[in-house]
Nanobody, 125 residues
Framework: QVQLVESGGGLVQAGGSLRLSCAAS????????MGWFRQAPGKEREFVAA????????KYVDSVKGRFTISRDNAKSTVFLEMNSLKPEDTAVYSC??????????????????WGQGTQVTVSS
């Protein structure tokens, strides 16, 4: 069983930046694809970004391309989401997820086996 713990959320003004972190337990982190998803109030959870085992391949939802960057540090079993030029519509609970069955990043929730509890990101206008 893998435990994922997110941190770094908070309240920020539009145009600001935040860096989310997700720390994983266990020693298999480097074999998981990692993803970030978000869920706004009253909306379905949506894919944000994902990264391959070695960090070479990344995938983003169109609405965050050019503003968000996903990265990982396998030595520290941590994945990051750098969020710049934040907009009020980015407000949501952000959760990280780990997938052990694929080598390339996926935008499908079904490809992920472990989920964190989430961290709130609020962007004020």
């Amino acid at each position: 069983q893998v435990q994922l713990v997110e941190s770094g959320g908070g309240l920020v003004q539009a145009g600001g930046s935040l860096r989310l972190s997700c720390a994983a337990s266990g020693d298999m982190f480097r074999t998981y694809i990692m993803g970030w998803f978000r869920q706004a109030p009253g909306k379905e959870r949506e894919f944000v970004a994902a990264i391959s085992w070695g960090g070479v391949i990344t995938k983003y939802v169109d609405s965050v391309k050019g503003r968000f960057t996903i990265s990982r540090d396998n030595a520290k079993s941590t994945v990051f989401l750098e969020m710049n030029s934040l907009k009020p519509e980015d407000t949501a609970v952000y959760s990280c997820a780990a997938g052990r069955r694929r080598a390339v990043p996926s935008n499908l929730e079904s490809e992920y086996d472990y989920w964190g509890q989430g961290t709130q990101v609020t962007v004020s206008s």
